[in-house]
């Protein structure tokens, strides 16, 4: 092993970072010319929201990227914010912060290893190949030591792997598990063959809800790379607006980043449209991995029976199956997609907490939840759409 020292640096912006350098450690595996496992922590998405204004100023998402240098040789960076509170994170804190500032603490500012506003997993903590074990763990001491020597609260990795968060937990960190629900393409020669594994009668509520779905008297379009423009971004920010507001009070995203995301991430995106007259009435915002379709935000400028299943759920299942992925991902909650096929998965993070009582007060409770999460994964795929041999294969 290279004895020689591993320099941790934190960074307020991505700008003296260069992108070969961060995606090397971010996506190695685009080396081979393919895409990423994912494009979110790549230094054109992170940037993307930066330069946006998305993150930054006023956001409570201040970047705080860490870097690991060897020799003058990036070997490992990870996507670090100081958070003002703990909106946009979907693996939530808010009891803990709650219980912490009752008892007299402060909860803010914590440090948060993550991809805003983005409730997909993938590494958080990004190494060349060959650096995985030292450059995890000059990562997590480096952030630990900074949140430490700032007398913060706390600092959480969300979303990371299942991987990674059991090489923290070996590391010292909290491991937390709770659960989202994910489709997996089981070799589908097409969507047909993906509703010959459901129930009678759940096969026929989806075939009913596509039928409804398609009434509008329009068509839909499946958008990407080349095929989006500009004018594509007017209409799905009027959409991703309505719905930003009714669930969150105002959208994280500005429309700054959508105008960037058509220079530089148009080929990681799938825009699924329902057009009326040409004119576009609803969208669905995919980003595509190399091997998942990470479902992202929908909207509409009016309603049309089960448009929201058909954009979201079911056009992203016919795309996966016809390019091979190997899994949808349909962000953050809903019950409602287990009916459609998505089942809960487990979902991981990982947490280091300050104060000691605190510490293990967390800690007892992390392994009570991830008891209930183990139970309610298995008694929820039990209620999925799926024919009980399928059901019985799958656990």
Request: glycine share 12%.
């Given at each position: 092993m290279d004895g020689s020292a591993i320099e941790i640096t934190?960074?307020?912006?991505?700008?003296?970072?260069?992108?070969?350098?961060?995606?090397?450690?971010?996506a190695p595996e685009c080396a081979d010319g393919g895409p990423p496992q994912d494009p979110f922590t790549t230094h054109r998405f992170l940037k993307a929201l930066e330069d946006s204004g998305s993150v930054g100023r006023g956001t409570g998402w201040q970047p705080r990227y860490l870097t690991a240098h060897r020799d003058g040789t990036l070997i490992a960076c990870a996507p670090l914010y100081a958070k003002g509170h703990s909106q946009g994170e979907y693996i939530f804190d808010h009891n803990w912060a709650h219980a912490y500032e009752n008892a007299g603490g402060r909860y803010y500012p914590k440090l948060q290893i993550a991809v805003p506003f983005t409730p997909a997993t993938g590494r958080r903590f990004l190494t060349r190949p060959?650096?995985?074990?030292?450059?995890?763990?000059?990562?997590?001491?480096?952030?630990?030591?900074?949140?430490?020597?700032?007398e913060l609260s706390s600092l959480h990795a969300t979303?990371?792997?299942?991987?990674?968060?059991?090489a923290g937990e070996e590391m010292g960190l909290l491991r937390r598990t709770t659960q989202q629900y994910h489709w997996e393409n089981r070799g589908y020669a097409d969507f047909d063959a993906f509703l010959a594994d459901l129930s009678s009668r759940k096969r026929k509520t989806i075939r009913k809800e596509r039928e409804r779905a398609r009434a509008f008297g329009g068509e839909i379009v499946n958008l990407t790379g080349d095929a989006l423009e500009p004018s594509h971004w007017e209409y799905f920010w009027r959409f991703y607006q309505d719905t930003g507001s009714r669930k969150w009070g105002m959208p994280y995203l500005t429309r700054a980043f959508f105008e960037i995301a058509q220079e530089t991430?148009?080929?990681?995106?799938?825009?699924?449209?329902?057009?009326?007259?040409?004119?576009?009435?609803?969208?669905?915002?995919?980003?595509?991995?190399?091997?998942?379709?990470?479902?992202?935000?929908?909207?509409?400028?009016?309603?049309?029976?089960?448009?929201?299943f058909e954009l979201c759920y079911y056009q992203a299942i016919d795309w996966a199956i016809a390019r091979g992925l190997e899994t949808v991902e349909a962000g953050a909650q809903g019950e409602h997609k287990l009916a459609r096929g998505y089942l809960p998965t487990p979902i991981h993070s990982l947490h280091w907490i300050?104060?000691?009582?605190f510490r293990d007060a967390v800690a007892?409770?992390?392994?009570?939840?991830?008891?209930?999460?183990?139970e309610e994964i298995e008694v929820l795929t039990g209620y999925g759409p799926f024919r009980k041999a399928q059901v019985e294969e799958q656990q």
């Open positions: 934190a960074h307020a912006s991505l700008s003296g970072i260069d992108p070969s350098d961060w995606d090397a450690c971010a060959g650096q995985e074990v030292e450059g995890m763990a000059a990562l997590v001491q480096g952030s630990v030591q900074i949140a430490a020597d700032n979303f990371c792997t299942e991987a990674e968060a059991m991430l148009r080929h990681d995106i799938l825009l699924c449209l329902a057009l009326d007259g040409g004119t576009p009435i609803a969208g669905a915002l995919n980003f595509i991995g190399r091997r998942r379709l990470y479902g992202r935000y929908w909207g509409c400028s009016r309603h049309v029976d089960c448009l929201h300050g104060d000691p009582g007892r409770y992390l392994v009570a939840e991830r008891r209930s999460v183990d």
